[in-house]
């Protein structure tokens, strides 16, 4: 029990943690990808703010712009000696973030020669640019810009998320040039949770659905093992009341047959014949109960002995018989030409068949019913079968004989006494001596129970 509740437990906790690392995954990707967006959007507004800074930078000479850019390999050596401005290797430049193309280095450039005439970026205006584009990127979230020196510490600030307020934001952090004079950061309180709330929801009604499916187990398993405790103690006084049955029967029957032994008076020796006869019958009944309490868990020791079939059916049909006076059965005996005269078998389990199956019989039938016991030899063994013209068995209650307290009730007929352990018994009985019954029944016509066993079980003489 311990072991189910193990793995029950095991997959219902392998369950949220799968929900839950789908969870956690799903997050870091969109947190991700959010960041990714707000960097752009940023990296805009930051080129749209040196658009507008530049454009104020008017010309001086408007009738005659003039703006050159050739490369230094196309210069003549006095244009290159009168260069003015830095080189700046495109390597160099990556390694220190300041872009991955020449159109990167070349805004770093144009914000160095700003910054040399003093004209620091617009952090409101790039405020603007920069809550604009986010907007555009569906991403209406609180934001701010802050302008930052070399140190990297706060000259100026703008936005509705200050930098005294802004809280657990994501914040990006952008070179101003290429000297490292300025820099311009940017922070935003994104909120990777919405488009998962339902998820969340989900994992949250998933942990509280496995919570009530654990409880609902172990109560189960709670009432399961009480019943289950309830049943074993119930077998075992019932074993018991049982098993005490048999010594005062043993006893009563050698009483009797001890004063039989010294009683001259037929009609008290019938008498004292007919006690002997319905105290094995009573006894029959009692191992058939205790046959089915031991049945989970007993080992099965076979008492073999060679009989004759036709010499067993014979007496013990006529055991059964005389415990019901009331009918006047039609009695006969089949043997076919190769029936066998002798065989080897277990006969206590044999003639407790038997006594079930002509006790039903006779119980289950009107007063001039007829019955045969038919002995004979297939191809795969001998059979014995025991057949009535009583009141026969509904076809759909043909299928549940043998189970243990089913009984058979026919419409319209008298009320039979019984526990619905014999056909049980019997079936326990034919798996113990290798064999099996087999049955065929019509309402109001009769049945045939037949008892098949094997060519291999102990056959001596044909």
């Known amino acids: ?58 010309i001086k000479d408007p009738n005659n712009p003039k703006f050159i850019i050739r490369r230094a390999r196309d210069m003549t ?41 003093h004209r620091e970026p617009r952090i409101k205006t790039l405020d603007s640019l920069f809550a604009l584009q986010m907007a555009k990127r569906e991403l209406r979230v609180k934001t701010g810009v802050a302008l930052l020196d070399s140190s990297r510490n706060v000259i100026s600030s703008a936005g509705s998320l200050t930098v ?43 942990g509280v659905i496995v919570v009530i499916a654990c409880g609902a187990f172990f109560y189960l398993l709670y009432k399961i093992e009480k019943a289950r405790h309830e049943l074993t103690e119930r077998e075992r006084a019932a074993h018991s ?59 099965v020791h076979l008492a073999y002995a060679t009989i004759d079939p036709a010499v067993l059916a014979q007496r013990v049909y006529n055991e059964v018989a005389s415990l019901h006076p009331e009918k006047q059965p039609l009695f006969k005996l089949e043997k076919t030409a190769d029936a066998p005269s002798q065989v080897e078998t277990d ?45 026969g068995i509904p076809r759909k209650a043909i299928r549940r004989l043998g189970q243990q307290f089913f009984r058979v009730n026919p419409q319209g007929k008298p009320h039979v006494s019984g526990y619905g352990l014999g056909l049980s018994s019997v079936n326990l009985l034919m798996k113990e001596l290798g064999g099996q019954m087999q049955v065929e029944s019509q309402e109001n016509k009769g049945s045939t129970f037949t008892l098949s066993f094997p060519l291999t079980t102990h056959r001596i003489s044909a």
């Open 347 to 391: 006969p206590v389990r044999l003639e407790r068949c038997l006594r079930n199956l002509i006790e039903n019989a006779l119980s289950y039938s009107d007063t001039n019913v007829h019955i045969t016991i038919r002995i004979e030899t297939d191809r795969k063994g001998w059979r014995l079968s025991v057949i009535d013209t009583g009141w």
């Open 164 to 206: 005294d307020n802004r809280g657990i934001s994501t914040s990006i952090i952008e070179p101003i040039g290429t000297q490292g004079l300025r820099y311009v950061q940017a922070y935003a309180k994104l909120s990777p949770f919405r488009p998962f709330t339902y998820m969340l929801f989900a994992l949250i009604l998933s």
């Open 1 to 58: 029990m311990k072991r189910e509740i193990g793995i029950v437990l095991f997959a219902l906790l392998a369950l949220l943690f799968t929900q839950g690392y789908e969870l956690a995954y799903r997050y870091h990707q969109e947190d991700e990808g959010l960041k990714e967006q707000m960097k752009e959007a940023f990296q805009t507004a930051i080129r749209q703010e040196l658009s507008r800074r530049m454009h104020d930078n008017r």
């Open 241 to 299: 009341a049982i098993h005490d049955l048999k010594s005062p029967l043993n006893t009563t029957y050698a009483a009797i047959d001890l004063i039989a032994l010294t009683e001259k008076d037929p009609a008290r020796l019938r008498l004292l014949d007919e006690g002997k006869k319905r105290l094995r019958g009573l006894t029959a009944t009692i191992e058939s109960m205790l046959n089915l309490l031991k049945q989970p868990r007993r080992e």
């Open 77 to 117: 050596p006095e244009e290159r000696a009168n260069l003015k401005g830095d080189t700046i290797q495109l390597s160099e430049a990556r390694k220190k973030g300041l872009g991955e193309s020449l159109v990167d280095l070349l805004q770093h450039r144009m914000q160095d020669g700003l910054l040399a005439d």
